[in-house]
């Protein structure tokens, strides 16, 4: 069983952090969060101070972290603290850009430190039921050698391939959630406006074709306006909106559904708090509709 560093404990790397304490793995962790961190140390997780400490202690580096500053950061910490003997794996679960994954590759290569790139499909709720795809691309022998710690706190890992192709996998998952999640609120508010009971929306849509994990997870809580705390946030969500705006720039594609739907999540950033859940974007669509 190898020893995890795990940066960041939020809803999601503190999903991971748990289910690989229940499993007997030693885990230490870090986040600046207190409430994450009462969290994890509640496991069974040891919490220490510092990054250089957390990297020298462990074999397996797992990053969660909530944006492109913040993991850019900790990046620099880890070159900071030089290149480590035996060699160790970072895993990052994050959704950042493909440029930025291949130049953090190179500089953890320079330092005996493998890169992994597996980022995951799932919500913080799917998350903390072990219900979430993990999509890990790079050098096969390492990527096999984490597949028992991701099956630690997924209910799949699938290698996909090269390095690299992980993001492109979330990419493309993030742009379905953001038409699947922005279509739900419309056919609620549609369903609202008609006449229908709200309850009974969601029961019939959900039972049906029309369905999408979307649908069932979030439009409970748009029915309820229960946007806290956050299964996965406005703030971390926009950031992924413009990864996505940037690949599809790269590629030279047009996607006319996804650019609707991002240009409403990027006119909420006015009114909706940051904090607040994705399925918050039903408040965004209703204001648009008084």
């Given at each position: 069983?190898?020893?995890?560093?795990?940066?960041?404990?939020?809803?999601?790397?503190?999903?991971?952090?748990?289910?690989?304490?229940?499993?007997?793995y030693?885990?230490?962790?870090?986040?600046?969060d207190?409430?994450?961190?009462?969290?994890?140390?509640?496991?069974?997780?040891?919490?220490?101070?510092?990054?250089?400490?957390?990297?020298?202690?462990?074999?397996?580096?797992?990053?969660?972290l909530?944006?492109?500053?913040?993991f850019?950061?900790?990046?620099?910490?880890?070159?900071?603290?030089?290149?480590?003997?035996?060699?160790?794996?970072?895993?990052?679960?994050?959704?950042?850009s493909?440029?930025?994954?291949?130049?953090?590759?190179?500089?953890?290569?320079?330092?005996?430190?493998?890169?992994?790139d597996?980022?995951v499909?799932?919500?913080?709720?799917?998350?903390?039921?072990?219900?979430?795809?993990?999509?890990?691309?790079?050098?096969?022998?390492?990527?096999?050698?984490?597949?028992?710690?991701?099956?630690?706190?997924?209910?799949?890992?699938?290698?996909?391939?090269?390095?690299?192709?992980?993001?492109?996998?979330?990419?493309?998952?993030?742009?379905?959630?953001?038409v699947?999640n922005?279509?739900?609120?419309?056919?609620?508010?549609l369903?609202?406006k008609?006449?229908?009971?709200?309850?009974?929306?969601?029961?019939?849509?959900?039972?049906?074709?029309?369905?999408?994990?979307?649908?069932?997870?979030?439009?409970?809580?748009?029915?309820?306006?229960?946007?806290?705390?956050?299964?996965?946030?406005?703030?971390?969500?926009l950031?992924?909106?413009?990864?996505?705006?940037?690949?599809?720039?790269?590629?030279?594609?047009?996607?006319?559904?996804?650019?609707?739907?991002?240009?409403?999540?990027?006119?909420?950033k006015?009114?909706?708090?940051?904090?607040?859940?994705?399925?918050?974007?039903?408040?965004?669509?209703?204001?648009?509709?008084?």
């Open positions: 069983m190898k020893i995890i560093g795990s940066i960041g404990l939020g809803a999601m790397g503190g999903a991971y952090a748990k289910f690989l304490l229940e499993d007997n030693k885990v230490y962790g870090i986040d600046p207190t409430n994450n961190a009462n969290a994890f140390t509640s496991y069974g997780g040891e919490l220490l101070s510092n990054i250089s400490e957390l990297v020298n202690k462990s074999e397996v580096i797992i990053l969660s909530p944006t492109v500053p913040v850019k950061e900790v990046i620099n910490e880890i070159e900071n603290n030089g290149s480590v003997i035996q060699s160790k794996i970072l895993i990052d679960m994050n959704t950042i493909l440029d930025d994954k291949l130049e953090t590759r190179d500089k953890l290569q320079k330092l005996n430190i493998q890169m992994v597996a980022p499909s799932g919500t913080g709720a799917q998350a903390k039921e072990k219900d979430i795809v993990v999509m890990s691309s790079g050098e096969s022998k390492v990527v096999d050698e984490c597949d028992i710690i991701f099956k630690s706190f997924s209910k799949q890992n699938i290698n996909v391939g090269e390095f690299g192709n992980g993001i492109k996998f979330k990419i493309l998952a993030n742009l379905l959630v953001t699947h922005t279509v739900t609120a419309e056919a609620l508010l369903g609202q008609a006449g229908l009971d709200s309850n009974m929306i969601y029961e019939v849509l959900n039972a049906g074709a029309a369905t999408s994990v979307m649908l069932d997870k979030r439009m409970p809580l748009m029915i309820n306006k229960n946007y806290e705390p956050a299964t996965a946030s406005m703030r971390i969500f950031k992924d909106i413009e990864v996505i705006s940037n690949f599809l720039k790269t590629n030279n594609l047009n996607s006319p559904t996804f650019e609707a739907a991002a240009a409403l999540y990027i006119q909420s006015e009114k909706i708090p940051i904090t607040y859940d994705t399925a918050a974007i039903f408040e965004q669509l209703e204001n648009n509709n008084k």
